[in-house]
């Protein structure tokens, strides 16, 4: 089990340097492959609670030292309406929306549904980029939602889930490479009759 | 629910909480870290994506100069190979010679820096540039192109630096309307891609004789950029019921840049700004 949370956590640590080479596709919308999230999602679904937590604030940690803008603005007799930057930290607490809800699917992937699994990865980051702007326009006020902002969440999104696949496939290498189960349920055969 | 895990959960709510409330220098002083750890990975992925795609090029070149050899004769295809050649050095020249006479002629002191990675973010209009406190950047710096004002510098760690595009909502310039004593403040807009970028210049007058077609520049105040930098030409006008605003198609192509200009301080200003 250690072996594949540290694997795991190397895997995150991997997908963020691999994040700095995933351009915005201008053609879509700006829409990009979020490599760092969907890893943290696929893993999120093959740990337990405790794991879960602390993945999620290694990639929440990482995600904001990476974003977040700084709260500099001007002169303020010239720049009266400063406008507000998401705090450090608030994506801690997304990713760990973020995980809580593959963790609810968790049952059904240890059955050997991975695909709703990767489905529900799609879903996450679709949920996540649309509070993130949910919460920018809170913070900055006057709320607009530009046809733009959807099509780069959904774009976003589904460029995302269609690479999540593959991310469960390197899961279930790492995991058999530390000798882990992390689908039971659907491998094996039951009795069902109590002796 | 089990005794761990709610260790862990009280552990993961203070460690948010520790998160949320750090000040914005422990922030700097971590997102500096950061990207002091990155910045080697950052700058040899960019070196490797310019000679990734010099090679395509190259290999695209081939592929075209060897149809036409089936059709030309070997040594006209040589002659018109050196003249492309020959092309792309004049390109490169021109443009490296323009970077030069704009670094020469600014009445300020500038750096020169190249685009090292576009628009890491989802929702900010940022770039990273490959020179950072080492070469004397710092925080606010004001960005430039010979085609008018890029942005400002955010985020500057040893090597590199992140630059709030102009595009950005974030990025608030004091701006005047060339012609008219109409000033007001334009900035980006949310949401918006960065493909067709369209700034917004807000806080006119609702009456002001403003026309497509206008010139926008800096006027200099707020103590953040330099006057009379172009900013944009005005594409449209609107009369509200306090104030008037003006969309602004950006002077420089966001996405054409390569090569900016940093604006350094004077030196007398310098260690009063540290």
């Known amino acids: ?19 700095q080479f995933l351009p915005a596709i201008g053609g879509l919308h700006g ?11 696929c893993a999120a679904v093959t740990v337990d609670f405790a794991t879960m937590l602390v993945l999620a604030y290694l990639c929440g940690f990482l995600w904001d ?77 006057d709320f607009t939602f530009p ?21 469960f496939w390197i899961m279930f290498q790492l995991a058999s490479l530390c000798q882990h189960t992390i689908r039971y349920d659907g491998l094996t055969r039951r009795s069902r009759y109590i002796d | 629910m089990k005794p761990q895990n709610l260790i862990a959960l009280l552990l993961f709510i203070a460690g948010a909480a520790w998160a949320l409330t750090r000040s914005e220098q422990t922030v700097r002083s971590i997102q500096k870290t950061y990207y002091n750890s990155i910045s080697y990975v950052v700058k040899s992925g960019s070196t490797f994506e310019t000679t990734a795609s010099e090679f395509v090029k190259e290999v695209e070149h081939s592929e075209e100069w060897k149809a036409r050899y089936n059709l030309a004769k070997e040594e006209l295809d040589k002659k018109r190979m ?12 021109a ?12 009445p300020f002191d ?15 209009h940022t770039v990273t540039i490959n020179r950072g406190e080492k070469q004397g950047i710092g925080v606010q710096l004001p960005v430039l192109s010979p085609e008018g004002l890029v942005g400002k510098v955010d985020a500057p760690s040893e ?30 807009q949310r949401g918006l891609t960065g493909q067709d970028p369209v700034l917004k210049l807000s806080f006119l007058s609702k009456d002001a004789k403003i026309s497509a077609g206008m010139r926008v520049f800096t006027t200099g105040k707020g103590k953040l950029f330099p006057p009379d930098i172009l900013l944009g030409t005005v594409t449209s006008f609107e009369s509200g019921p306090l104030y008037g605003e003006a969309l602004v198609k950006p002077a420089v192509d966001f996405a054409a840049l390569q090569t900016v200009f940093v604006k350094l301080l004077p030196h007398s200003l310098e260690e009063e700004y540290r």
């Not at chain 1, 799609?122 to 649309?130: N, R, S």
């Open chain 1, 31 to 41: 829409a990009r492959v979020l490599i760092l999230p969907l890893v943290f999602l």
């Open chain 2, 110 to 124: 500038v750096i020169a820096a190249k685009i090292i990675r576009r628009q890491p973010s989802t929702w900010w």
């Open chain 1, 147 to 167: 046809a733009t902002a959807f099509y780069r969440i959904y774009l976003t999104s589904a460029l995302t889930m269609l690479f999540s696949p593959i991310v």
């Open chain 1, 1 to 19: 089990m250690i072996k594949y949370i540290i694997s795991v956590i190397l895997l995150t640590l991997a997908a963020c340097l691999l994040q």
């Open chain 2, 82 to 93: 050196e003249v492309a050649h020959l092309r792309k050095l004049e390109e490169e020249n």
């Open chain 1, 65 to 141: 030292s990476q974003h977040t803008l700084g709260s500099h603005g001007g002169d303020p007799e010239i720049y009266k309406e400063q406008i507000e930057s998401l705090s450090f930290g608030y994506s801690i607490i997304l990713y760990a929306m973020m995980g809580l809800l593959m963790q609810g699917i968790q049952p059904l992937f240890r059955k050997g549904k991975w695909h709703l699994s990767s489905l529900l990865s799609g879903i996450a980051i679709f949920l996540y980029l649309f509070s993130e702007y949910l919460l920018i326009n809170f913070v900055r006020g």
């Open chain 2, 95 to 106: 443009r490296l010679s323009q970077a030069l006479k704009f670094q020469k002629e600014a």
């Open chain 2, 159 to 188: 090597d590199t630096s992140t630059v709030i595009l102009l595009t950005d909502e974030k990025c608030k310039v004091s701006a005047k309307v060339d012609g008219t004593p109409e000033l007001g403040i334009l900035s980006g």
